[in-house]
């Protein structure tokens, strides 16, 4: 079964960083174009970016700039860099293998999720 194991989360105050880290033991990341996604309580999940089977990538507007994706294939992880966080980018953070990259789309691939990383920023 595929699971997704999503880490890196934590307390900051605005401005900071934070480095998430997205490991799947059942998924070869080199193969998939992946996506981060959040959701902020009350709220429904939204992708915030994602990149390619290779190093295309793309980010939602409100995080464009600030958020930095990329993979590491040969330790089969994906990150997301978090720069200049604010609170509004207070939520659990997801990641999940993308159907397609190039619909511009990022519907996920799998119907399972993890647990996902709490992010929390506040002062």
């Known amino acids: 079964q595929v699971q997704f194991v999503e880490s890196g989360g934590g307390l900051v105050q605005p401005g900071e960083s934070l480095r998430l880290s997205c490991a799947s033991p059942?998924?070869?990341?080199?193969?998939?174009?992946v996506g981060w996604y959040r959701q902020a309580p009350g709220k429904q999940r939204d992708s915030v970016a994602a990149?390619?089977?290779?190093?295309?990538?793309r980010y939602a507007d409100s995080v464009k700039g600030r958020f930095i994706i990329s993979r590491d294939n040969a330790k089969n992880t994906i990150y997301l860099q978090m720069n200049s966080l604010k609170p509004e980018d207070t939520a659990v953070y997801y990641c999940?293998?993308?159907?397609?990259?190039?619909?511009?789309?990022?519907?996920?691939?799998?119907?399972?999720w993890g647990q996902g990383t709490q992010v929390t920023v506040s002062s």
């Open positions: 999940n293998a993308l159907r397609s990259y190039f619909s511009g789309r990022d519907d996920p691939l799998f119907d399972n």
């Open positions: 990149i390619s089977g290779g190093t295309l990538t």
């Open positions: 059942g998924v070869i990341f080199s193969g998939y174009a």
